[in-house]
């Protein structure tokens, strides 16, 4: 799925509402603001990663970077060289929430060396 072709949805979607699940990652704040409103007349779930072990890991990543608020957090992943987007949704969700768990804001503190749509 792409951004592109979730805002085509969402516009569609709300010509016929019925319950829509996204999983779509790299949506901008149009995106997303589209999804809100859209959701006021159909429900919605979405989610940047279905799985249940990432959503454990998440809540735990958020819980160490409370507790250990003097130790630095990377956050390094690996991917096949055709992988479309970098960081991936997954990693982005996992900075976005130890970033909120140190009342920072990621945008101000995070560091990339692959950004985009940069896979074939």
Known sequence: ?????????????RTMPKPLVIGTTGLDEK???LMQSAS???PIF???NMSLGVAVLNYL????????KNFDIEILEMHHRHKKDA???TAMT??????KARNLELEKVRVSGRD???GE
Do not use: C, D, R
């Open 31 to 33: 995106i997303l603001h």
């Open 61 to 68: 990543a958020s819980k160490a970077s409370q507790m250990l």
């Open 87 to 89: 960081p991936s949704g």
């Open 1 to 13: 799925s792409s951004p592109s072709g979730t805002h085509e949805l969402l516009n569609y979607a």
């Open 40 to 42: 006021e007349v159909m």
């Open 46 to 48: 979405y989610a940047t």
């Open 116 to 118: 985009g749509i940069i």
């Open 94 to 99: 996992l900075a976005q929430s130890v970033a």
